[in-house]
Protein backbone atom coordinates (compact mmCIF):
# COMPACT_ATOMS: atom_id res chain seq x y z
CA UNK A 1 0.00 0.00 0.00
CA UNK A 2 0.98 3.62 0.07
CA UNK A 3 1.33 3.83 3.92
CA UNK A 4 1.35 2.13 6.99
CA UNK A 5 -1.69 0.77 8.02
CA UNK A 6 -2.48 -0.39 11.12
CA UNK A 7 -5.52 -2.45 12.61
CA UNK A 8 -7.91 -2.18 14.17
CA UNK A 9 -8.50 1.45 14.36
CA UNK A 10 -10.04 1.19 17.90
CA UNK A 11 -10.26 -1.92 20.20
CA UNK A 12 -11.89 -1.43 23.53
CA UNK A 13 -11.27 -4.54 25.95
CA UNK A 14 -11.86 -5.89 29.44
CA UNK A 15 -9.10 -5.62 32.11
CA UNK A 16 -7.57 -9.02 32.20
CA UNK A 17 -8.48 -9.64 28.18
CA UNK A 18 -5.32 -10.05 25.62
CA UNK A 19 -5.03 -8.48 22.58
CA UNK A 20 -3.61 -7.90 19.08
CA UNK A 21 -2.75 -5.26 17.48
CA UNK A 22 -1.66 -5.01 13.71
CA UNK A 23 0.88 -3.19 11.36
CA UNK A 24 1.49 -3.51 7.85
CA UNK A 25 4.70 -1.30 6.70
CA UNK A 26 5.34 0.61 3.64
CA UNK A 27 6.46 -2.24 1.03
CA UNK A 28 9.93 -2.22 1.12
CA UNK A 29 10.57 -1.12 4.50
CA UNK A 30 12.95 -2.62 6.94
CA UNK A 31 12.95 -0.77 10.00
CA UNK A 32 9.52 -0.85 12.08
CA UNK A 33 8.70 1.02 15.09
CA UNK A 34 5.71 0.90 17.88
CA UNK A 35 5.22 3.45 19.77
CA UNK A 36 2.25 4.74 22.17
CA UNK A 37 0.18 7.82 22.89
CA UNK A 38 -1.15 8.33 26.15
CA UNK A 39 -2.19 11.73 27.69
CA UNK A 40 0.05 10.91 30.66
CA UNK A 41 3.20 10.23 29.02
CA UNK A 42 3.16 11.39 25.77
CA UNK A 43 4.77 9.75 22.85
CA UNK A 44 6.67 6.63 24.08
CA UNK A 45 8.94 4.32 21.72
CA UNK A 46 8.05 0.45 22.65
CA UNK A 47 9.60 -1.59 20.45
CA UNK A 48 12.13 -1.89 16.81
CA UNK A 49 12.65 -4.11 14.01
CA UNK A 50 15.48 -4.10 11.81
CA UNK A 51 15.70 -5.99 9.40
CA UNK A 52 16.81 -10.00 10.83
CA UNK A 53 18.67 -8.40 14.01
CA UNK A 54 17.15 -9.20 17.29
CA UNK A 55 14.55 -6.76 18.05
CA UNK A 56 15.35 -3.77 20.43
CA UNK A 57 12.79 -4.19 23.12
CA UNK A 58 14.16 -1.36 25.38
CA UNK A 59 10.67 0.47 25.38
CA UNK A 60 8.14 -2.05 26.21
CA UNK A 61 6.98 -1.22 29.44
CA UNK A 62 6.58 -4.70 31.39
CA UNK A 63 6.43 -7.60 30.25
CA UNK A 64 2.81 -8.10 29.61
CA UNK A 65 3.95 -6.72 25.83
CA UNK A 66 5.68 -7.95 23.54
CA UNK A 67 6.06 -7.91 19.36
CA UNK A 68 7.12 -10.10 16.30
CA UNK A 69 7.63 -9.08 12.69
CA UNK A 70 7.06 -12.21 10.54
CA UNK A 71 8.96 -12.43 7.22
CA UNK A 72 10.39 -8.98 7.84
CA UNK A 73 6.94 -7.19 7.13
CA UNK A 74 3.65 -7.15 9.24
CA UNK A 75 4.06 -6.62 12.92
CA UNK A 76 2.13 -7.47 15.53
CA UNK A 77 2.16 -6.16 19.07
CA UNK A 78 0.44 -8.18 21.88
CA UNK A 79 -0.77 -6.93 25.44
CA UNK A 80 -1.69 -9.80 27.81
CA UNK A 81 -3.69 -9.23 30.79
CA UNK A 82 -4.72 -6.00 29.81
CA UNK A 83 -4.93 -2.98 32.50
CA UNK A 84 -6.84 0.70 32.34
CA UNK A 85 -3.40 2.23 32.20
CA UNK A 86 -2.40 0.27 28.84
CA UNK A 87 -5.02 2.71 27.63
CA UNK A 88 -3.72 5.02 24.25
CA UNK A 89 -3.02 5.08 20.62
CA UNK A 90 -0.52 2.06 19.55
CA UNK A 91 1.38 3.84 16.90
CA UNK A 92 3.23 1.55 14.05
CA UNK A 93 5.95 3.31 12.12
CA UNK A 94 8.38 2.30 9.14
CA UNK A 95 11.27 3.18 7.34
CA UNK A 96 14.06 2.67 4.76
CA UNK A 97 17.14 1.87 6.50
CA UNK A 98 20.52 2.72 5.13
CA UNK A 99 21.62 5.37 3.32
CA UNK A 100 21.16 7.87 5.92
CA UNK A 101 17.23 7.37 4.85
CA UNK A 102 16.15 8.38 8.62
CA UNK A 103 12.61 9.34 7.64
CA UNK A 104 9.77 7.47 9.88
CA UNK A 105 5.71 7.29 8.04
CA UNK A 106 3.33 6.65 11.06
CA UNK A 107 0.60 4.88 10.48
CA UNK A 108 -2.79 6.25 11.61
CA UNK A 109 -2.76 3.98 15.23
CA UNK A 110 -5.05 2.06 17.19
CA UNK A 111 -6.74 3.69 19.67
CA UNK A 112 -7.16 0.50 22.69
CA UNK A 113 -9.64 1.44 25.52
CA UNK A 114 -9.42 -1.02 28.92
CA UNK A 115 -12.39 -0.96 30.59
CA UNK B 1 19.45 9.88 30.12
CA UNK B 2 18.49 11.49 27.19
CA UNK B 3 15.56 14.30 27.32
CA UNK B 4 13.64 16.27 24.84
CA UNK B 5 11.27 19.73 26.01
CA UNK B 6 9.13 21.34 24.19
CA UNK B 7 8.88 24.87 26.07
CA UNK B 8 5.18 25.46 25.50
CA UNK B 9 2.36 23.12 25.80
CA UNK B 10 -0.38 25.72 24.29
CA UNK B 11 -0.06 28.44 21.91
CA UNK B 12 -2.59 30.29 20.68
CA UNK B 13 -1.89 32.88 18.02
CA UNK B 14 -3.96 34.65 14.85
CA UNK B 15 -3.85 34.38 11.22
CA UNK B 16 -0.70 35.67 9.88
CA UNK B 17 0.98 36.24 13.15
CA UNK B 18 4.62 34.61 13.62
CA UNK B 19 5.34 31.18 15.67
CA UNK B 20 7.86 30.35 17.06
CA UNK B 21 8.50 26.78 18.93
CA UNK B 22 10.97 26.19 21.13
CA UNK B 23 12.11 22.78 21.31
CA UNK B 24 15.71 21.97 23.69
CA UNK B 25 17.43 18.11 23.94
CA UNK B 26 19.83 16.62 26.12
CA UNK B 27 22.58 13.66 24.80
CA UNK B 28 25.80 13.65 24.47
CA UNK B 29 26.65 12.68 21.54
CA UNK B 30 25.70 13.06 17.82
CA UNK B 31 21.44 13.25 17.10
CA UNK B 32 19.33 13.48 13.93
CA UNK B 33 16.58 16.14 15.13
CA UNK B 34 12.65 16.01 13.57
CA UNK B 35 9.46 18.22 14.28
CA UNK B 36 6.48 16.17 13.09
CA UNK B 37 2.59 17.61 12.99
CA UNK B 38 -0.49 15.73 13.69
CA UNK B 39 -3.44 18.07 12.19
CA UNK B 40 -6.80 17.17 13.75
CA UNK B 41 -7.69 13.59 12.89
CA UNK B 42 -5.18 12.82 11.18
CA UNK B 43 -1.54 11.14 12.03
CA UNK B 44 1.67 12.10 12.54
CA UNK B 45 3.81 13.14 9.53
CA UNK B 46 6.74 14.93 9.13
CA UNK B 47 7.65 18.50 8.83
CA UNK B 48 10.91 18.65 8.42
CA UNK B 49 14.33 16.99 10.03
CA UNK B 50 17.94 18.07 10.42
CA UNK B 51 21.19 15.36 9.98
CA UNK B 52 23.54 17.29 9.12
CA UNK B 53 25.12 20.53 6.91
CA UNK B 54 23.40 23.39 7.17
CA UNK B 55 21.83 24.10 10.29
CA UNK B 56 18.72 26.33 8.99
CA UNK B 57 16.51 23.55 7.45
CA UNK B 58 13.57 23.99 5.49
CA UNK B 59 10.48 21.93 5.45
CA UNK B 60 7.02 21.81 3.79
CA UNK B 61 4.09 24.05 4.32
CA UNK B 62 6.54 27.25 4.55
CA UNK B 63 7.70 25.99 8.39
CA UNK B 64 11.84 26.12 8.81
CA UNK B 65 14.01 25.57 11.81
CA UNK B 66 17.44 25.72 13.37
CA UNK B 67 20.13 24.12 14.71
CA UNK B 68 21.79 25.39 17.06
CA UNK B 69 24.27 22.87 18.28
CA UNK B 70 25.63 25.24 21.38
CA UNK B 71 22.78 25.38 23.08
CA UNK B 72 21.01 21.76 22.07
CA UNK B 73 18.03 23.51 20.31
CA UNK B 74 15.91 22.96 17.15
CA UNK B 75 13.20 25.43 16.93
CA UNK B 76 10.87 25.48 14.80
CA UNK B 77 9.52 28.95 13.01
CA UNK B 78 6.74 30.05 10.77
CA UNK B 79 6.39 33.38 9.49
CA UNK B 80 2.97 33.24 8.88
CA UNK B 81 0.66 31.10 10.19
CA UNK B 82 -2.40 30.08 8.72
CA UNK B 83 -5.79 28.56 10.52
CA UNK B 84 -4.90 25.16 8.56
CA UNK B 85 -1.94 25.26 10.83
CA UNK B 86 -3.60 24.27 13.56
CA UNK B 87 -2.51 21.38 14.67
CA UNK B 88 0.01 19.27 17.21
CA UNK B 89 3.76 19.96 16.95
CA UNK B 90 6.21 17.21 18.34
CA UNK B 91 9.99 17.44 18.40
CA UNK B 92 11.94 14.69 18.32
CA UNK B 93 15.45 13.58 18.95
CA UNK B 94 16.79 10.26 17.48
CA UNK B 95 20.77 9.46 18.43
CA UNK B 96 22.59 8.29 15.56
CA UNK B 97 23.54 5.25 17.13
CA UNK B 98 20.45 4.30 18.30
CA UNK B 99 18.64 2.98 15.23
CA UNK B 100 16.38 5.55 14.64
CA UNK B 101 14.05 5.24 17.38
CA UNK B 102 12.52 8.74 18.06
CA UNK B 103 11.90 10.31 21.58
CA UNK B 104 9.48 12.73 21.29
CA UNK B 105 8.88 16.26 23.32
CA UNK B 106 5.69 16.10 25.13
CA UNK B 107 3.56 17.94 21.72
CA UNK B 108 2.70 21.75 21.68
CA UNK B 109 -0.96 22.46 20.88
CA UNK B 110 -1.42 25.12 18.48
CA UNK B 111 -4.39 26.73 17.49
CA UNK B 112 -4.53 29.44 14.67
CA UNK B 113 -7.55 31.81 15.04
CA UNK B 114 -9.05 33.18 11.88
Known amino acids: GAGVSQSPSNKVTEKGKDVELRCDPISGHTALYWYRQSLGQGLEFLIYFQGNSAPDKSGLPSDRFSAERTGGSVSTLTIQRTQQEDSAVYLCASRLAGGGIYEQFFGPGTRLTVL | AQSVSQHNHHVILSEAASLELGCNYSYGGTVNLFWYVQYPGQHLQLLLKYFSGDPLVKGIKGFEAEFIKSKFSFNLRKPSVQWSDTAEYFC????????????FGAGTQVVVTP
Open chain 2, 92 to 103: AVSPTDSGGKLQ
